[in-house]
């Protein structure tokens, strides 16, 4: 039954009262009344459930409350038998998948009596530990993106540069970057001039006697 249905004769009435599922039933002889907490059950965890049962008439029922807790349409079921604990029933149950569920309460009094609430169990959130881990996997990432993204803009805004010449090299007439130890100026296809070289003399032959130089003219 939805939470909030109008139940029949032996339906329990579930209302949800901020954290918890409040549960209603009565009839001409007694009136029960319990909680859920919480509100929304979780597979493979406990919830706490609480009962009290009070009648119009007669002495006070003290009980015992038999449970039956079980998924709907599934043979396989939990039943706890409960003795009251001050003027309450209280237990814990634990839920082993998420879907519709069914709690039956009996108890006999005058007569006995079967009551059935229903209810939903919701699936249990992330571990806390694998959603810290993907809350930092995600940091990560976004951390990673906007440096890429900012090396990027940086290269935008620097102005390209030529390569650099390696050291001590020269460059050309023609602009050509020189390796160190070549000459800048070839004698071909330049304009230079030819290299300069020193004339040959001749040497006096040996055992040739070197001619006199004329006598100046005489004065009279």
Same mark, same amino acid.
Request: aromatic share 2%; charged share 15%.
């Given at each position: 039954m939805p939470v909030g249905a109008a139940p029949s004769d032996d339906q329990i009435r579930v209302e949800r009262r901020g954290d918890l599922l409040e549960l209603r039933w009565a009839d001409s002889e007694e009136r029960l009344q319990g909680t859920i907490h919480p509100a929304n059950p979780r597979e493979g965890e406990p919830f706490t459930l609480s009962l009290h049962v009070g009648n119009f008439q007669g002495p006070e029922f003290d009980g015992p409350l038999t449970l039956t807790f079980h998924q709907q349409g599934s043979p396989t079921q939990v039943t706890?038998?409960?003795?009251? =604990?001050?003027?309450?029933w209280h237990t814990e149950l634990v839920p082993d998948e998420a879907g519709p569920w069914e709690?039956?309460?009996?108890?006999?009094?005058?007569?006995?009596?079967?009551?059935?609430?229903?209810?939903?169990?919701?699936? $249990?959130?992330? $571990?806390?530990?694998?959603?810290?881990?993907?809350?930092?996997?995600? *940091?990560g990432t976004a951390l990673a993106l906007g440096v890429r993204a900012?090396?990027?803009?940086?290269?935008?805004? !620097?102005?390209?540069?030529?390569?650099?010449?390696?050291?001590?090299?020269?460059?050309?007439?023609?602009? *050509?970057?020189?390796?160190?130890?070549?000459?800048?100026?070839?004698?071909?296809?330049?304009?230079?001039?030819? %290299?300069?070289?020193? %004339?040959? !003399?001749?040497?006096?032959?040996?055992?040739?006697?070197?001619?006199?130089?004329?006598? $100046?003219?005489?004065? =009279?």
């Open positions: 706890k038998t409960l003795t009251r =604990q001050g003027v309450n709690l039956e309460v009996r108890y006999r009094r005058t007569h006995l009596k079967v009551l059935t609430a229903r209810f939903t169990v919701v699936e $249990p959130p992330l $571990p806390r530990g694998l959603g810290w881990g993907l809350v930092a996997l995600a *940091a900012g090396l990027r803009r940086i290269r935008a805004a !620097t102005p390209g540069t030529g390569p650099t010449p390696p050291p001590d090299a020269t460059v050309g007439a023609t602009g *050509a970057v020189v390796p160190p130890g070549t000459s800048a100026v070839s004698g071909e296809g330049t304009g230079a001039a030819p %290299e300069s070289r020193p %004339e040959s !003399t001749t040497a006096p032959e040996s055992g040739t006697a070197p001619t006199p130089p004329p006598d $100046p003219p005489s004065s =009279q």
